[in-house]
């Protein structure tokens, strides 16, 4: 069922849905972008739909919420170990196609690599339901027709798509209509969310990266040109590594807690081990894991790409990196290998 | 509470502390869980972290654990004694599979605290009934190094021990050497059809499969362990990642065919 309704309507279904649901959405964020006299997109929990950034894409992706930077696991008092509670409530989580896509990568990684399930991401992923930004046009940097994760048919429950100041909304589950059908003003219409067809950015992917590339001089010049800053890492809406560190409480030494918090493989310190040992040295032998982690070893895992095409890490680079470029290299040179 | 949630650790007593040397100290746990040799558990002291460990012996309702004190952790793991308890999460990883290694010859290379995950597996092999066709070559840094002295003893009756260090103080009576040193002269009757096992500091497994190699070794013949930094055991963290490999769910113990394509 479609509605079209003007920016006040999609309000009231918006003050409406916060008294069932946490919200949480890209927000504009002034002078937090790429250098500090840009704004950037965040996402954050709103209380209000004008806070929604439905325009921009965002530099962060919804793994905000999923995989917070920084997450306590546990607590620690004297004689005893406490797991941390978590807010039950059900969250609607916003995000565009490509977004929506990176949730199944995280799921693999959280849910279903290895025997155990992740509890403290399936609590928060079991809480949330998607709600999908379409997209009217693609973005600087954006590739996602590339990696397949342009369009999504469900998986949301209503879609939302700001044109000429109105909203339109696809909503895909039932429970859903009662919050739009009875805003006023809201006309009932067919409404598919939209999606591009075709980005600039274009890359193409060897279906197997031979063994000559993943030991070639490709990666030399990202040695130097690399800042190992780790912030493609972090704004990646598919990378889900993460350090554990314990701390205690400097005002009661004997209570403290053990927290998660985004890791890095571009970052020094990703491979130590006791004794001095690193693995990776180099900022190139980095990028090499990292890319082709995104590109061959995931889906040679798991049977699909990991990367989503969003282009947040070209977005976000200071040095003005460009991953589709690396790829499109790979490619490039793996054909002259197997030529 | 969650339901099975694999981050909880359990407590776990200190039965037992074995010294070896001033920062080399076995403890021995309570544990009732199936476990194997090569597997390995989160010792996790609250506050401090968390660090792998391998299990380096399991007998009834125990397991023994092997610890270097090298950092944040194991400094604090070894400030706890016989009747206190550590926090445990595991077995993690694959572990040995001794059956693998019952007929034909046997060589089994450690160094350091390598010797720990192998430990369980030399045992085995010092029990079977052709125990002489089993070789286990083992180095230490120096003689004040070394672990698992009176098993030393025990295995260099049943079975073809060979015992070295990297250096050692003027008038000592031993093999000096690396243990890559040790492996051409080694007497196999069928060098192309033997099994190995090799544990230890990269470098030291980089030299001596390609010993072993030279002496005829297959590949597939070859099983090697491997140490990553690891933060969960679960296989999230990635940390522990090479290829498509992740060491703490499908290793740490792997055929080197397969291993022998890792790009870190
Ligand atoms: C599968 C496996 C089995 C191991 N078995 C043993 C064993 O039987 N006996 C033994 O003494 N040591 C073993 N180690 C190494 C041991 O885990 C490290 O020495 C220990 O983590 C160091 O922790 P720390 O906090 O005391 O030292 P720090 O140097 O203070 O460590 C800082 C952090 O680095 C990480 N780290 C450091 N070294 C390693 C490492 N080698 N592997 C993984 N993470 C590391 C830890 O997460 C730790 O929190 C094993 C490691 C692995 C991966
Ligand atoms: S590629 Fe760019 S964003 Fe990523 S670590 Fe290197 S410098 Fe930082
Ligand atoms: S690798 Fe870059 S383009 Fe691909 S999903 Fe991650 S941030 Fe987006
Ligand atoms: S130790 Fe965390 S993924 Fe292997």
Same mark, same amino acid.
């Given at each position: 069922?479609?509605?079209?309704?003007?920016?006040?309507?999609?309000?009231?279904?918006?003050?409406?849905l916060?008294?069932?649901?946490?919200?949480?959405?890209p927000?504009?964020?002034?002078?937090?972008?790429?250098?500090?006299?840009?704004?950037?997109?965040?996402?954050?929990?709103?209380?209000?739909?004008?806070?929604?950034?439905?325009?921009l894409?965002?530099?962060?992706?919804?793994?905000?919420?999923?995989?917070?930077?920084?997450?306590?696991?546990?607590?620690?008092?004297?004689?005893?170990?406490?797991?941390s509670?978590?807010?039950?409530?059900?969250v609607?989580?916003?995000?565009?196609?490509?977004?929506?896509?990176?949730?199944?990568?995280?799921?693999?990684?959280?849910?279903n690599?290895?025997?155990?399930?992740?509890?403290?991401?399936?609590?928060? =992923? !079991?809480?949330?339901?998607?709600?999908?930004?379409?997209?009217?046009?693609?973005?600087?940097?954006?590739?996602?027709?590339?990696?397949?994760?342009? =369009?999504?048919?469900?998986?949301?429950?209503?879609s939302?798509?700001?044109?000429?100041?109105?909203?339109?909304?696809?909503?895909?589950?039932?429970?859903?209509? !009662?919050?739009?059908?009875?805003?006023p003003?809201?006309?009932?219409?067919?409404?598919?969310?939209?999606?591009?067809?075709?980005?600039?950015?274009?890359?193409?992917?060897?279906?197997?990266?031979?063994?000559?590339?993943?030991?070639?001089?490709?990666?030399?010049?990202?040695?130097?040109?690399?800042?190992?800053?780790?912030?493609?890492n972090?704004?990646?809406?598919?990378?889900?590594?993460?350090?554990?560190?314990?701390?205690?409480?400097?005002?009661?030494?004997?209570?403290?807690e053990?927290?998660r918090?985004?890791?890095?493989?571009?970052?020094?310190?990703?491979? $130590?081990?006791?004794?001095?040992?690193?693995?990776?040295?180099?900022?190139?032998?980095?990028?090499?894991?990292?890319?082709?982690?995104?590109?061959?070893?995931?889906?040679?895992?798991?049977?699909?790409?990991?990367?989503?095409?969003?282009?947040?890490? $070209?977005?976000?680079?200071p040095?003005?990196?460009?991953?589709?470029?690396?790829?499109?290299?790979?490619?490039?040179?793996?054909?002259?290998?197997?030529? | 509470?969650?339901?099975?949630?694999?981050?909880?650790?359990f407590?776990?007593?200190? *039965?037992?502390?074995?010294?070896?040397?001033?920062?080399?100290?076995?403890?021995?746990?309570?544990?009732?869980?199936?476990?194997?040799?090569?597997?390995?558990?989160?010792?996790?002291?609250?506050?401090?972290?968390?660090?792998?460990? @391998?299990?380096?012996?399991?007998?009834?309702?125990?397991?023994?654990?092997?610890?270097?004190?090298?950092?944040?952790?194991?400094?604090?793991?070894? %400030?706890?004694?016989?009747?206190?308890?550590?926090?445990?999460?595991?077995?993690?990883?694959?572990?040995?599979?001794?059956?693998l290694?019952?007929?034909?010859?046997?060589?089994?290379?450690?160094?350091g605290t390598?010797?720990?995950?192998?430990?369980?597996?030399?045992?085995?092999? @010092?029990?079977?009934?052709?125990?002489?066709? +089993?070789?286990?070559?083992?180095?230490?840094? @120096?003689?004040?190094?070394m672990?698992?002295?009176?098993?030393?003893k025990?295995?260099?009756?049943?079975? &073809?021990?060979?015992?070295?260090?990297d250096?050692?103080p003027?008038?000592?009576?031993?093999?000096?050497?690396?243990?890559?040193?040790?492996?051409e002269?080694?007497? *196999?009757?069928d060098?192309?059809?033997?099994r190995?096992?090799?544990?230890?500091?990269?470098?030291?497994?980089?030299?001596?499969?390609?010993?072993? &190699?030279?002496?005829g070794? &297959?590949?597939?013949?070859?099983?090697? @362990?491997?140490?990553?930094?690891?933060? #969960?055991?679960?296989? +999230?963290?990635?940390? #522990?990642?090479?290829?498509?490999?992740?060491?703490?769910?499908?290793?740490?113990?792997?055929?080197? %065919?397969f291993?022998?394509?890792?790009?870190?």
């Open positions: 069922m479609g509605y079209v309704m003007d920016r006040a309507g999609f309000a009231e279904v918006i003050a409406a916060l008294k069932d649901y946490r919200i949480f959405a927000v504009r964020k002034k002078g937090a972008g790429r250098f500090t006299d840009v704004d950037a997109v965040i996402y954050d929990e709103i209380r209000d739909a004008g806070e929604i950034e439905l325009e894409k965002s530099d962060y992706a919804p793994k905000e919420f999923l995989t917070p930077l920084s997450e306590t696991l546990l607590y620690f008092t004297e004689d005893e170990v406490k797991e509670d978590f807010d039950e409530r059900p609607l989580l916003f995000g565009r196609s490509c977004d929506l896509h990176s949730l199944r990568r995280l799921d693999q990684i959280y849910l690599n290895g025997p155990a399930r992740d509890p403290f991401y399936e609590r928060r =992923r !079991k809480a949330v339901r998607c709600v999908l930004i379409g997209c009217g046009h693609s973005y600087d940097n954006c590739f996602c027709v590339s990696m397949g994760s342009n =369009r999504c048919d469900d998986g949301y429950v209503f939302v798509d700001l044109i000429d100041d109105r909203i339109h909304s696809n909503v895909l589950d039932g429970s859903f209509i !009662k919050f739009f059908s009875e805003v003003g809201a006309e009932e219409k067919d409404v598919l969310p939209r999606f591009v067809t075709e980005n600039d950015v274009k890359v193409e992917i060897p279906e197997e990266v031979p063994r000559e590339i993943v030991r070639s001089g490709l990666w030399d010049e990202y040695t130097s040109r690399c800042i190992n800053c780790g912030r493609c972090f704004v990646c809406p598919t990378c889900t590594c993460y350090t554990m560190q314990d701390v205690f409480y400097s005002d009661n030494g004997r209570a403290g053990r927290r918090v985004g890791a890095s493989c571009m970052v020094d310190g990703y491979t $130590d081990v006791a004794g001095g040992g690193q693995y990776r040295r180099k900022n190139g032998e980095r990028m090499r894991f990292k890319v082709l982690h995104k590109i061959s070893d995931f889906k040679k895992r798991f049977g699909y790409q990991m990367c989503v095409g969003c282009g947040r890490c $070209d977005d976000i680079c040095e003005y990196i460009s991953f589709s470029n690396i790829i499109n290299k790979v490619n490039a040179a793996s054909r002259e290998v197997q030529a | 509470m969650m339901n099975g949630n694999p981050y909880l650790p407590a776990s007593e200190i *039965l037992d502390v074995i010294r070896h040397t001033g920062k080399e100290y076995t403890f021995r746990m309570a544990f009732d869980g199936e476990v194997r040799p090569g597997q390995f558990f989160e010792v996790s002291i609250p506050k401090f972290g968390e660090a792998p460990i @391998s299990v380096s012996g399991i007998g009834d309702g125990i397991v023994d654990l092997t610890i270097r004190k090298v950092g944040r952790v194991t400094n604090e793991v070894f %400030e706890r004694y016989k009747g206190q308890s550590l926090l445990l999460r595991g077995p993690y990883g694959n572990g040995f599979d001794i059956g290694y019952r007929d034909g010859e046997v060589v089994v290379v450690a160094g390598g010797v720990s995950p192998v430990r369980g597996v030399i045992q085995a092999l @010092s029990e079977m009934p052709d125990a002489r066709d +089993k070789h286990v070559v083992v180095g230490f840094r @120096s003689p004040d190094d672990l698992f002295r009176e098993d030393l025990a295995w260099a009756e049943k079975l &073809q021990l060979t015992l070295t260090v250096g050692a003027e008038g000592y009576a031993g093999n000096i050497g690396l243990v890559t040193k040790y492996i002269g080694l007497p *196999l009757k060098p192309a059809s033997a190995a096992i090799v544990v230890g500091p990269p470098p030291m497994m980089k030299f001596t499969i390609i010993e072993l &190699q030279k002496k070794f &297959q590949d597939c013949n070859i099983t090697v @362990s491997h140490e990553r930094k690891m933060c #969960c055991g679960l296989g +999230k963290c990635g940390h #522990c990642r090479v290829n498509d490999t992740y060491i703490c769910l499908d290793g740490p113990v792997f055929n080197y %065919e291993a022998r394509d890792f790009v870190d």
